[in-house]
């Protein structure tokens, strides 16, 4: 199974006073979203979306689906799973960490087997092989039966 | 790139580099297959953005998101910032930048899904910039987008850069 997914993103004007926009996405499903250096690279984002913000979102819904896969194969399918991703980005360095996080309902499974279910999912998920050994991935993984 | 290098302070002591971070939530129910999910934005840009695996390998016309898709803006918005940032550093500011990303996920034998292929077009009105030089401006800028090399660990990055009129 293939999929693609295309964006667009318009720039205006130098880096440090231009600003961008992300146009409404293919889908529909957000946007136009604005961009600029200042909330990028800045810890105040002014409610902007960056780069580094969009691959937590997309980091996070991967690891998400590929951990619900993971349970379901155990027959233990998932309740609720609550992910996040953070992703550091160091300005002149790069993008150097994803940070992810699971809190998990999940009936009849223990804290181990559900952090192992998650440890495998972390490695499964097709974004997190595509930033493998680029950047440091960590998880923690939590029930809350 | 522009702005990224450790300011000094007014006391002469070097001031750590800025680590920025950016965060999403998602809530996902159910299995893989049935199961659905909504993404937030940490800034708030967007929130409660649904999306499942039928949307995910669909033809990404439903109004829905997905991993992808998130990959696609990233990838656009990274591109077109570092390009402004060459440009401006070369003393041509541009006047617009266009990118168009395509991410492409695929089953690789042996692997398992992958992020295979990240397509990208860049459209750029500028002056006083023009063959070779265009040409390096993008190759540095490529190098420079931290999503470009983050990828690269499963992914292959080509870009189609173009000076318009």
Redesign the interface.
């Known amino acids: ?16 006073h ?1 600003s ?1 926009e ?1 146009h409404e ?7 136009p ?1 604005q ?1 600029s ?1 200042a909330a ?4 105040q ?1 002014g ?19 590929a ?3 993971v ?2 194969k155990a027959d233990h ?20 960490k994803s940070a992810l996080t699971v809190v998990g309902v999940v009936q009849g499974m223990g804290e181990a087997a559900f952090k192992n279910a998650a440890e495998e999912a972390k490695t ?1 998920c ?2 997190s ?7 440091e991935l960590t998880l923690d993984a939590r029930l809350q039966n | ?6 300011s000094t302070s007014a006391t002469g002591r070097a001031t750590s ?17 049935r ?1 659905s ?1 909504l ?1 937030s ?6 929130e409660r ?3 499942s ?1 039928a ?4 033809k ?22 570092s ?3 060459e ?2 550093r070369a003393g041509s ?15 690789v034998e042996g ?5 295979v292929e990240s397509q990208v077009r860049v459209r750029v009105r500028v002056t006083g910039i023009e063959g070779n030089a265009f040409r390096r401006i993008i190759e540095v800028a490529d190098e420079g987008c ?2 470009s ?7 292959k990055v080509s870009i189609d850069a173009e000076l318009e009129g």
């Open positions: 199974m293939a999929a693609e997914r295309s964006a667009q993103a318009t720039w205006q004007g130098d880096l440090i231009g961008g992300i996405a293919p889908s529909g499903a957000f946007g979203l961009v250096w990028r690279s800045e810890e984002h409610g902007k979306t960056s780069p580094e913000e969009l691959i937590a979102a997309a980091h996070a819904a991967c690891f998400a689906m951990l619900s896969n349970l379901a399918a998932p309740e609720r799973l609550e992910t996040s991703a953070t992703v550091t980005f160091v300005p002149g360095t790069g993008i150097t499964g097709p974004v092989g595509a930033l493998e050994g680029n950047v | 790139m522009l702005a990224n290098q450790a580099v800025p680590r920025i971070e950016r965060h999403a939530n998602v809530v996902w129910e159910g299995n893989l297959a199961g999910g993404i934005a940490g800034t708030g840009a967007f953005l649904e999306y695996n949307v995910r390998i669909g990404g016309d439903e109004g829905k998101t997905s991993p992808e898709e998130l990959l696609a803006a990233a990838h656009a918005a990274c591109l077109a910032t390009v402004a940032g440009l401006t500011p541009p006047e617009r930048i266009d990118v168009n990303a395509n991410i492409v996920m695929d089953e692997k398992g899904h992958l992020i931290p999503f090399s983050l990828i690269k660990a499963s992914a």
